[in-house]
C-alpha cells in the first residue's frame, strides 16, 4: 500500500516562511504528477501547486511569487515552499501523486494533511 506522509504545517504570523514537506513510501515503480492543495473551513479544496515529474510546474494565482513547489524524485518526496505568508493562506494542505505502483496502474493517492496557520 502507498502512503503520503505530510509535515511541516504549524502556526505562523503573516510574512513569515514555513515549508511543507510530503513523502510518499510503499513498493512504488514511480511518483508521476505530485502537487499540493488546501482547504480552508467553508470552502472547496484548491490546487495550490504542482510538479510533473520532469519539473514543470504550475501555480494558482494567489500564491505566484510567494510559494515554491520543488521535488526530489530519488526521495519521492515533493516540498513547498510559502514565503511572505497571508492570514488567508490559512488552511489544511493536503499533498497528492500520482503513484505507479508494482504491480498495478497509476493511481492517486492522498496525504492525511496538515494544518497552516497564518495570524494577522
Known amino acids: 500500500q502507498v502512503q503520503l506522509a505530510e509535515s511541516g504545517g504549524g502556526l505562523v504570523q503573516a510574512g513569515g516562511s514555513l515549508r511543507l514537506s510530503c513523502a510518499a513510501s510503499?513498493?512504488?515503480?514511480?511518483?508521476?504528477?505530485m502537487g499540493w492543495y488546501r482547504q480552508a473551513p467553508g470552502k472547496q479544496r484548491e490546487l495550490v501547486a504542482s510538479?510533473?515529474?520532469?519539473?514543470?510546474?504550475n501555480y494558482a494565482d494567489s500564491v505566484k511569487g510567494r510559494f515554491t513547489i520543488s521535488r526530489d524524485n530519488a526521495k519521492n518526496t515533493v516540498y513547498l515552499q510559502m514565503n511572505r505568508l497571508k492570514p488567508e493562506d490559512t488552511a489544511v494542505y493536503y499533498c497528492?501523486?500520482?503513484?505507479?505502483?508494482?504491480?498495478?496502474?497509476?493511481?492517486?493517492?492522498w496525504g492525511q494533511g496538515t494544518q497552516v496557520t497564518v495570524s494577522s
Open positions: 497528492n501523486g500520482r503513484v505507479t505502483t508494482i504491480p498495478g496502474p497509476e493511481r492517486l493517492f
Open positions: 510503499g513498493i512504488i515503480f514511480s511518483v508521476n504528477t
Open positions: 510538479i510533473t515529474i520532469g519539473g514543470s510546474t
